[in-house]
């Protein structure tokens, strides 16, 4: 129809079938997008720091932590869940007991963290692909009587105005 577009934060990957801007669709003009990859690594890091600030261990002298993606579809789930995978695999102090996937939902990561908690008791990171399921994993971990800052640490990505600037370490 004619009018231009600009993509912002949520675009299209390098092998999508759409090509570059205005290669394919004269008026897309451009896309900005974040570096999710570094932002899911960032956030990783920062949850170690805070988790061995705890003194947050498990038996094998290793921070526990379990990822919480988006979808397995989306870019900036796969991105930001690529950048966990590269911090465990730099930080010999980090074991990644599971990575699953919320589909972007606060309820559903609720839902999925009491048997985590039973099944691994040793996590202490509950990292997440977004503030939003960050949220969900506070209300179930602290329904599950265990306190953020002290038996465990969790951040997401976004601008949940909620979260404010505790989302990282909470």
């Keep these: 129809h004619g009018v231009s577009a600009f993509v912002f934060n949520a675009g299209f990957g390098e092998d999508a079938p759409v090509g570059r801007p205005r290669e394919q669709f004269s008026h897309w003009i451009a896309q900005m997008l974040p570096d999710d990859e570094y932002t899911g690594w960032l956030l990783s890091e920062k949850l170690l720091e805070e988790a ?3 003194k947050k261990r498990g038996p094998d002298g290793k921070v526990h932590a379990v ?4 979808s397995r579809a989306s870019q900036a789930s796969i991105l930001r869940i690529r950048g966990f995978e590269r911090s465990v695999q730099e ?3 980090l074991f990644e007991q599971n ?3 919320a589909e972007w939902s606060r309820d559903r990561v609720q839902k ?12 202490s990171v509950f990292w997440s692909a977004s503030d939003l399921m960050a949220q969900g994993i506070l209300d179930s971990a602290k329904a599950q009587g265990w306190l953020p800052g002290k038996d465990f640490v969790t951040g997401g990505v976004d601008w949940v105005e909620a979260l404010g600037q505790l989302s990282a370490f909470c």
């Design 52 to 54: 061995l600030k705890l």
């Design 99 to 101: 990575i699953l996937y």
């Design 112 to 123: 999925m963290v009491p048997p985590l908690i039973k099944k691994y008791p040793d996590i």
């Design 67 to 70: 990822a919480f993606g988006g």
């Design 91 to 93: 930080q010999k102090e």
